[in-house]
């Protein structure tokens, strides 16, 4: 490799949504281990900022600590920007600093969208110039999300997520997402699915109705088809969704669904005024949650000097 470091570079702020699966269809597992996917993303308005640095060494640090978020090696942050640089057979380095606005471990995919955020930052700090195309290969390596969190607005993803196409969208929505004070394993959500849907279908189909929905901006039929192949095994492993989920529905919203392996819930509403009736409706039994408008952009950079 060779080394192109050059002191002195302003650092880059990159900005990354969460994601939610309006539709999750999963299949059954490959050899590999992964399950193919069905799924239409939609990126909603609960932001991580990545900020990077050149440094002599790789190095990673959050603006207020977080639990669940590891501060070394195992970050994807780290393992997206030694991604980007052996693609352009470099020997650089950063410092990288993540500010959270996205749940940790609530099915939203907000280390995914640190991963999109470093390698979009990185490539704008060195002035890499890499295209479009390699950057949303490299961020497939890395994870199913990341590509669709480069991507933003709404997408279809398949092979096992990665493989994302834009879907025409003319809703704009507001999502009320129900946080948990508990994570939920992703790892342990897929194998009970396997337990519980031994006849999942080797490639789930696309959901042609949901994907006319949207195109037609009808946001009560995009409700009616949200869908979620995670969910049964989900509310299994934490019993306690069920009653919340219940309490959701209750309130008449257009759609309430699963993110992504969960635990965190999400209401749909058509007005921002009737999401935030669905707030306080939730904060008297006690519930955290807070606002969310989709679709919104994917990663883009916020600070760059």
């Known amino acids: 490799m060779s080394s192109q470091r050059v002191e002195g570079l302003p650092p880059v702020t990159v900005r990354a949504p969460a994601k939610i699966n309006l539709h999750l269809g999963v299949g059954s597992p490959r050899p590999d281990g992964l399950h193919p996917l069905s799924t239409v993303y939609q990126a909603v308005g609960l932001y991580d900022d990545v900020t990077v640095v050149d440094a002599p060494d790789w190095s990673v640090e959050l603006t207020e600590q977080v639990p669940g978020v590891p501060l070394d090696d195992d970050n994807i942050v780290i393992r997206a920007g030694r ?84 879907v025409p969208d003319a809703t704009s929505v507001w999502w009320v997402v129900v946080l948990s004070g508990e994570g939920l394993s992703t790892p342990a959500v897929y194998r009970h699915f396997d337990e519980l849907s031994p006849d999942a279908p080797g490639e789930p189909p696309v959901p042609e109705g949901l994907i006319a929905a949207l195109a037609d901006g009808d946001v009560d039929e995009v409700g009616d088809l949200l869908a979620n192949d995670l969910w049964p095994a989900a509310r299994d492993l934490r019993p306690d969704l069920v009653d919340v989920e219940v ?55 916020v600070t760059y000097v």
């Open 83 to 166: 991604a980007l640089v052996a693609h352009h057979d470099l020997d650089l380095a950063a410092a990288i600093t993540i500010a959270k606005g996205i749940p940790v471990m609530g099915g939203m995919a907000g280390g995914s969208a640190d991963a999109a955020a470093t390698l979009l930052a990185l490539d704008r700090l060195w002035d890499l110039q890499t295209t479009d195309e390699d950057l949303l290969r490299i961020a497939g390596t890395l994870g199913s999300d990341v590509p669709f969190a480069l991507l933003g607005g709404t997408a279809l993803g398949t092979g096992h997520g990665e493989q994302v196409e834009p």
């Open 247 to 301: 309490a959701l529905r209750s309130l008449s919203p257009s759609g309430v669904l699963l993110s992504g392996s969960g635990p965190t819930l999400l209401v749909l509403h058509d007005e921002v005024d009737d999401a935030r009736a669905t707030v306080a409706a939730l904060a008297e039994q006690g519930m955290t949650c807070t606002i969310a408008p989709g679709p919104v952009a994917g990663a883009h950079v």
